[in-house]
């Protein structure tokens, strides 16, 4: 085999429309963009979502709910991932820096820590919020709940 006998595979390549050559092409005359209108024209393009005048889809769909733009979205992050973490570590403090190497949660994100599992270690724990069971449960294992 050699580079002057290489092929495409039979039926993947196909000839384009040579448009506006001529009647007997079959593509002559109006070349294939039909008689008048929009799409007969040089320029034209369609919006996003135009369907001919018909009510677009995203405009015939109901909308509902409340979409909050201010909203502050949290990692969460259980007690039981907080002592695997501790385990892991044998850290005496819990920092965010140490969460994102841990891969816990991605660099912007804000942690809060949620009260699920069980924490046995006192440890301070840094995060951008707690719930309140949360914090609780820190402090009767003998840690602190720290709030940046």
Wanted: net charge positive; charged share 25%; with cysteine.
């Amino acid at each position: 085999m050699n580079l002057s006998s290489l092929k495409p595979a039979a039926g993947s390549v196909k000839i384009g429309k040579r448009v506006g050559r001529g009647q007997g092409s079959g593509l002559g005359g109006t070349s294939a963009r039909g008689h008048k209108g929009a799409q007969s024209r040089s320029g034209y393009s369609r919006k996003v979502g135009f369907e001919g005048g018909q009510m677009p889809l995203q405009r015939r769909l109901p909308k509902f709910g409340f979409n909050n733009i201010n909203r502050v979205e949290y990692k969460a992050l259980n007690l039981d991932a907080i002592q695997a973490l501790v385990e892991k570590t044998n850290a005496t403090v819990i920092t965010l820096e140490l969460i994102r190497e841990n891969g816990l949660c991605a660099k912007k994100d804000l942690v809060k820590i949620l009260n699920r599992g069980e924490i046995t270690s006192a440890v301070e724990i840094q995060a951008n919020g707690f719930s309140a069971s949360a914090i609780e449960a820190i402090e009767k294992a003998g840690g602190k709940a720290v709030t940046l």
